[in-house]
């Protein structure tokens, strides 16, 4: 069974960059045709997809996001990156990772952690 951990800072400065990262366990991120995501929820609104990267590396971005956002790597470490420049308080949310094995079949979310943009 895949579990998903996010980690990363609990508040950050409008205009700076959010880094957050999700580490695996039970799973390797470079498993064949598996796809990990990252989504946020903002307080009173839905669910949003944010992007995910593939197990060759391959990202995919929302395009609401995509001139802010990258996401990234490490297979050494099992663990993939999320990163959104020039943040807003609109991008206070709780931020989740998840796994999907393919065709829209997801397995597991981490916990989430909770970010809050605030000067």
């Known amino acids: 069974q895949v579990q998903l951990q996010e980690s990363g800072p609990g508040l950050v400065k409008p205009s700076q960059t959010l880094s957050l990262t999700c580490t695996v366990s039970?799973?390797?991120?470079?498993?064949?045709?598996?796809?990990w995501h990252w989504i946020r929820q903002p307080p009173g609104k839905a669910l949003e997809w944010v992007g995910s990267?593939?197990?060759?590396?391959?990202?995919n971005l929302s395009p609401a996001l995509k001139s802010r956002t990258s996401i990234s790597r490490d297979t050494s470490k099992n663990q993939f990156t999320l990163q959104l420049t020039s943040v807003t308080p609109e991008d206070t949310a709780i931020y989740y990772c998840?796994?999907?094995?393919?065709?829209?079949?997801?397995?597991?979310w981490g916990q989430g952690t909770q970010v809050t943009v605030s000067s």
């Open positions: 039970g799973g390797s991120i470079t498993t064949d045709h598996y796809f």
């Open positions: 990267v593939s197990w060759s590396g391959g990202p």
């Open positions: 998840g796994d999907e094995i393919g065709g829209g079949r997801f397995g597991s």
